[in-house]
T-cell receptor, first 115, second 114 residues
Framework: DTAVSQTPKYLVTQMGNDKSIKCEQN?????MYWYKQDSKKFLKIMFS???????INETVPNRFSPKSPDKAHLNLHINSLELGDSAVYFC??????????????FGSGTRLTVV | AQTVTQSQPEMSVQEAETVTLSCTYD???????LFWYKQPPSRQMILVIR??????QNATENRFSVNFQKAAKSFSLKISDSQLGDTAMYFC???????????FGTGTRLQVFP
């Protein structure tokens, strides 16, 4: 039943490791996103994909690479993890209609801790 | 570039009372959307209310309503009959029309006391 599901919910890993976070939505939305929420709760967009095509790529280190195999999935792979990557990562999706964008549906977030 | 400012880092209110959270934004756009999201301790981001800039009528959703002042670029959220379950971080957000990018404010932490 979950509309936007992310796995894992918690991820603890050592510096230098490579990790992936998976996201799937069953809402039929065309656009998916990755947001990062830092320790001060500030939310900032990282990437967006529309129907598998990269639309937004903010100033994110190259160590972060999103992949969208189809419009229902958007994964985030992070290479060579650093302490500063510790944050909560949110996946979200949205759909644009004739009345515009009705806002995002968010996943429950993945808390990444790099030690 | 658009910016969203929430000047109240923390607010508190007694159960059943009314509280208003402030939000201002800066944009040169005429057509856009504004949102309030709630993030309870569970971490889940929940859409509370949405406003279209071209509509003068203020949006309402049950106990939640907004005061949208386009000229002043102000978008405050009023919570009536506050409940303990309203305790959460509240984020104001802006989206320019024909883009899908949500720009968030820094959030206001609301505590509802019994």
């Amino acid at each position: 039943d979950t509309a936007v599901s992310q796995t894992p919910k918690y991820l603890v890993t050592q510096m230098g490791n490579d990790k992936s976070i998976k996201c799937e939505q069953n809402l039929g939305h065309d656009t998916m996103y990755w947001y990062k929420q830092d320790s001060k709760k500030f939310l900032k967009i990282m990437f967006s994909y529309n129907n598998k095509e990269l639309i937004i790529n903010e100033t994110v280190p190259n160590r972060f690479s999103p992949k969208s195999p189809d419009k229902a999935h958007l994964n985030l792979h992070i290479n060579s993890l650093e302490l500063g990557d510790s944050a909560v990562y949110f996946c979200a999706s949205s759909q644009v209609t004739g009345q515009g964008n009705y806002g995002y549906t968010f996943g429950s977030g993945t808390r990444l801790t790099v030690v | 570039a658009q910016t969203v400012t929430q000047s109240q880092p923390e607010m508190s209110v007694q159960e059943a009372e009314t509280v208003t959270l402030s939000c201002t934004y800066d944009t040169s756009e005429n057509n856009y959307y504004l949102f309030w999201y709630k993030q309870p301790p569970s971490r889940q981001m929940i859409l509370v209310i949405r406003q279209e800039a071209y509509k003068q009528q203020n949006a309402t959703e049950n106990r939640f309503s907004v005061n949208f002042q386009k000229a002043a670029k102000s978008f405050s959220l009023k919570i009536s009959d506050s409940q303990l379950g309203d305790t959460a971080m509240y984020f104001c957000a802006f989206m320019k029309h024909n883009t899908d990018k949500l720009i968030f404010g820094t959030g206001t932490r609301l505590q509802v006391f019994p």
